[in-house]
């Protein structure tokens, strides 16, 4: 093994540098301070191996950015700071084959795999019952916010009754990963020991002083040579719970072997242990010498050992966490040795195990590596991206391009989306692709159902922005199901002797009851970037077909509920809902759930047509009422409403909410009493409006654009609960509603069409204003600005954590690895434009519907992307020229 040493860089495979970054004390830096510390040591372990990804916290010198994740600071690059990225990928967990069978009669097993950072679990498979060949399929996609060793792979059989146990592992190192880049691989399962299973690092600091002692009456000295040890470790694994750690420490020799112990730490996987240790080596020496050097060939036989516990109160003892062996002649003439130690296994710790007999497991990994520069270098490239959605057509913008030449739509949606949101560009660009892809669309029944550039898009932002919308939405209910076990199978082949099929058809249609409900209530709560965009599919879809009525809810309902509610209820784990997979019999009733909601938000005419199971059918008689269908139109009408757009372009408003409530008088006349009385309240997306009763003209009438906030009104304004006001350029209408549920609704759909405005109020007066000043704060100003922060009402807006160079450079991989594409693509655009005869087959693949602007936007593109390919190659040739080869101690 190889320490990590201050100002010292360990090249390892594929050009990875390697090392740690220490403060002027030795101990590894914080974020904040790797940031300032000077001189800066380069760590490069960025690797991504499908569930790996780096973010990085680079900063231009005099400009210091935080990110929550490792930062990494890089070799100097013209005076900048440039640091490596690793971009997630999925790391797809195949199938396992020939796993030893069970001890017992039934011989077979019910396993799931683990993905491991070291020894942190990060991904769980769904249990594979009653198999010895389990098959997985299961894509996973993770960052990784820290260092790691080892990317780990554990098969678990599942026990029901004590502690899963574990059948065989997988652990591929850092630096190995490249060797299965995106390649299937089987690997050998290898034995699991707690003697093996070790992560963490050990920070030592050894030195060596000589005392010499004269004996007065012999002729001779002796050289007394302490040994000083200070401990400190990080990263230290969790065991059942719990990490009380303490080190034991050993002085090795050919005749002796003389141990001590540190105090024990609790509750900590990071001990300060700071112990100094003093062990005696004796030898004589002669006077004759002028200095009293210490000999090679004694500190060459000696080593210290230092071995990591974990204090257990179980009777089965202490648990082992690792150890590190260093021989004292790392000491040399200088007689000071500060490192940080990996740890490592204990040796001849496991037990002996055939490795043909644990089984095998296939992966699929891929490892990628970027290196970020700073901003002004992707200025070029970046701006091509963001102008996409101004140019016509949009087939020939450098966005649309961009998917075009990717191998999946999937690689390129995911840095386009990031970097899109990021810069608030992402409603016009995917408004124009879905427009393109609509009009490209022949039948209304196959709108947006391909794996198009339009479709991963959307899927992707709903994925990064509805992430919270799910969490409130969903989580209660889904939790619910997960622990409560309730019998929902209706299929009478699989029902269970002890199950009643009627009990399970009522039980099953009480949960999908409750989750529909709870999602075609939930439209203010869903993201305003995911409403623009839904507008935009309805406007496009219905100005595409006009002739059909309901393609204007189809186009939405076709990513709100295909692939959004119906995806979270049937893998809840994937959408972050729970943390594992769901136990074979509650899948099976998120399964049945998920088919229902999809059915009835499809609205399709024939409902029982959608099934091929006669079971499901059937049972979705139950759901072949009317108001279904009201309340999955309602609720479409709300999320497609956008407060971006000119409302007026639709023909007919839509009508949100409606119903009674008391208003107080407004004062638009001088000398009108301001009393109140009760009003129909009537909501559009165009206007919030309110009448005598129900039915006739409005008496008042407020464009959504002229409300400014919806904020509740305390109630010693009125002496009267429930108020809550509507505020205006001009004034503020007072309104009480109902009761208390009510009026929360109606402030969450008024702040929800309205919270786009322009000149929406940052402050507000939380009382009224009477006899000559506000109540709140007695300012006597009718026209003064608010004493109180407005609320803003829902979470509509989510802020990610997007660093839009790191995406510009993913943006830059990809067309790099697809330049043979884009030189064909030009070779397309250059045939089109002379040749007026039928596509040739290998021009066929692309969309190009102005050739010579697609032709123009690709050269551009092979520019911008040439010149980063030129900083690219300067960075790892000044790289290769300032990095210094670092230790090469290997110890055993």
């Known amino acids: 093994?190889?320490?990590?040493?201050?100002?010292?860089?360990?090249?390892?495979?594929?050009?990875?540098?390697?090392?740690?970054?220490?403060?002027?004390?030795?101990?590894?830096?914080?974020?904040?301070?790797?940031?300032?510390?000077?001189?800066?040591?380069?760590?490069?372990?960025?690797?991504?191996?499908?569930?790996?990804?780096?973010?990085?916290?680079?900063?231009?010198?005099?400009?210091?950015?935080?990110?929550?994740?490792?930062?990494?600071?890089?070799?100097?690059?013209?005076?900048?700071?440039?640091?490596?990225?690793?971009?997630?990928?999925?790391?797809?967990?195949?199938?396992?084959?020939?796993?030893?069978?069970?001890?017992?009669?039934?011989?077979?097993?019910?396993?799931?795999?683990?993905?491991?950072?070291?020894?942190?679990?990060?991904?769980?498979?769904?249990?594979?019952?009653?198999?010895?060949?389990?098959?997985?399929?299961?894509?996973?996609?993770?960052?990784?916010?820290?260092?790691?060793?080892?990317?780990?792979?554990?098969?678990?059989?599942?026990?029901?009754?004590?502690?899963?146990?574990?059948?065989?592992?997988?652990?591929?190192?850092?630096?190995?990963?490249?060797?299965?880049?995106?390649?299937?691989?089987?690997?050998?399962?290898?034995?699991?020991?707690?003697?093996?299973?070790?992560?963490?690092?050990?920070?030592?600091?050894?030195?060596?002083?000589?005392?010499?002692?004269?004996?007065?009456?012999?002729?001779?000295?002796?050289?007394?040579?302490?040994?000083?040890?200070?401990?400190?470790?990080?990263?230290?694994?969790?065991?059942?719970?719990?990490?009380?750690?303490?080190?034991?420490?050993?002085?090795?020799?050919?005749?002796?072997?003389?141990?001590?112990?540190?105090?024990?730490?609790?509750?900590?996987?990071?001990?300060?242990?700071?112990e100094v240790f003093y062990f005696e080596v004796t030898r004589p020496l002669s006077y004759t010498k002028r200095q009293f050097d210490v000999e090679e060939e004694d500190v060459d036989k000696l080593a210290l050992r230092v071995d990591l516990w974990n204090a257990s109160n179980l009777k089965f003892g202490d648990e082992f966490l690792g150890g590190v062996r260093v021989p004292l002649r790392v000491l040399s003439q200088a007689g000071v040795h500060d490192a940080w130690y990996f740890l490592q296994p204990r040796e001849n710790g496991g037990k002996s195990v055939k490795v043909e007999e644990l089984g095998s497991l296939r992966l699929n990994i891929v490892y990628t590596e970027d290196h970020v520069f700073p901003s002004e270098h992707y200025t070029p490239l970046r701006d091509l991206l963001l102008h996409s959605a101004n140019v016509e057509p949009v087939s020939a913008s450098t966005a649309h391009i961009l998917g075009e030449v990717c191998r999946e739509k999937q690689e390129a949606a995911i840095p386009l989306v990031r970097l899109f949101l990021h810069y608030g560009k992402i409603v016009p660009f995917i408004s124009a692709i879905a427009h393109a892809e609509v009009n490209r669309t022949q039948d209304p029944n196959t709108i947006f159902r391909g794996n198009s550039l339009t479709s991963k898009c959307i899927d992707e932002t709903m994925k990064l922005a509805g992430m919270h919308y799910l969490q409130v939405t969903l989580k209660p209910i889904i939790d619910e199901i997960c622990t409560e076990h309730k019998p929902c199978e209706i299929d009478p082949v699989k029902l269970k002797e002890s199950e009643n099929l009627d009990t399970n058809r009522e039980n099953l249609r009480q949960y999908v009851d409750r989750i529909f409900n709870v999602i075609t209530t939930s439209g203010v709560r869903c993201p305003t970037v995911m409403c623009d965009i839904f507008f935009s599919l309805r406007e496009s879809a219905a100005t595409r077909f006009q002739v059909d009525q309901d393609v204007r809810y189809t186009a939405v309902s076709s990513f709100i509920f295909l692939r959004f509610f119906a995806p979270a209820i049937l893998s809840p784990n994937l959408f972050h809902l729970r943390p594992h997979h769901p136990d074979p019999a509650t899948s099976r009733t998120l399964t049945l759930i998920s088919k229902t909601i999809q059915t009835l938000g499809s609205l399709a005419k024939s409902k029982s047509a959608n099934f091929k199971e006669s079971y499901m059918a059937a049972f979705y008689d139950y759901f072949n009422e009317q108001k279904y269908a009201d309340a999955v139109k309602n609720f479409l009408d709300l999320i497609s409403t956008s407060g971006k757009w000119d409302q007026k372009s639709i023909e007919t408003p839509i009508m949100l909410k409606e119903g009674f409530m008391i208003k107080r008088a407004q004062g638009r006349n001088r000398f009108g009493m301001k009393n109140f009385k009760k009003r129909w309240f009537r909501l559009t997306n165009h206007e919030f409006t309110y009448h005598k009763t129900k039915g006739e003209g409005a008496l008042c009438s407020i464009p959504i654009e002229n409300i400014l906030a919806v904020e509740r009104l305390e109630e010693e304004s009125f002496k009267m609960k429930n108020m809550f006001q509507v505020i205006q350029p001009e004034r503020a209408l007072y309104i009480q509603a109902n009761n208390c549920v009510e009026a929360r609704d109606w402030i969450d759909i008024l702040t929800k069409v309205s919270q786009c405005n322009r000149k929406r109020l940052s402050t507000y007066h939380p009382s009224a204003y009477l006899n000559g000043h506000w109540l709140c704060c007695k300012v006597s100003a009718d026209t003064a600005p608010g004493c109180t922060p407005c609320t803003g009402g829902l979470p509509a807006n989510i802020q990610l954590d997007v660093d839009g160079d790191r995406e510009t450079e993913r943006i830059y991989s990809l067309f790099s690895t697809y330049m043979t594409k884009l030189i064909k693509m030009q070779e397309a655009c250059g045939s089109k434009s002379v040749y007026d005869g039928p596509e040739q087959e290998e021009y066929s693949s692309f969309v190009i519907d102005d050739p010579q602007e697609t032709y123009k936007t690709l050269k551009q593109i092979v520019s911008a992307v040439q010149t980063l390919e030129q900083q690219h190659t300067k960075y790892k040739r000044d790289k290769f020229k300032k990095t210094k080869i670092g230790s090469q101690y290997v110890i055993t």
């Open 1 to 274: 093994m190889t320490p990590t040493h201050p100002e010292e860089v360990i090249h390892l495979e594929a050009g990875i540098t390697v090392s740690v970054l220490l403060t002027e004390s030795g101990s590894p830096a914080d974020n904040e301070v790797l940031l300032e510390q000077t001189p800066t040591v380069l760590v490069n372990t960025c690797v991504t191996a499908h569930v790996c990804n780096y973010t990085i916290a680079k900063a231009p010198i005099g400009e210091k950015r935080h990110r929550e994740t490792e930062s990494v600071d890089a070799p100097h690059h013209k005076g900048e700071h440039i640091g490596p990225v690793g971009v997630s990928q999925p790391l797809c967990v195949r199938e396992a084959k020939n796993i030893p069978p069970y001890p017992g009669p039934n011989r077979m097993r019910d396993c799931y795999c683990t993905v491991n950072l070291d020894q942190e679990e990060v991904f769980r498979t769904k249990i594979v019952e009653k198999s010895l060949c389990p098959f997985y399929g299961e894509d996973f996609y993770c960052e990784i916010p820290r260092s790691f060793r080892h990317l780990s792979f554990y098969i678990f059989d599942r026990d029901v009754f004590r502690r899963d146990s574990s059948i065989g592992k997988v652990a591929v190192k850092k630096e190995d990963l490249q060797k299965y880049h995106g390649k299937d691989t089987w690997f050998q399962l290898q034995p699991v020991s707690a003697d093996s299973e070790v992560q963490g690092k050990v920070h030592l600091e050894l030195r060596l002083s000589e005392v010499i002692t004269d004996s007065s009456t012999h002729t001779h000295t002796h050289t007394h040579t302490h040994t000083h040890i200070v401990l400190e470790c990080q990263g230290l694994p969790i065991v059942n719970g719990q990490c009380d750690p303490y080190a034991a420490v050993s002085l090795l020799g050919p005749s002796r072997s003389e141990a001590k112990k540190t105090k024990v730490k609790r509750k900590t996987n990071n001990p300060q242990f700071d």
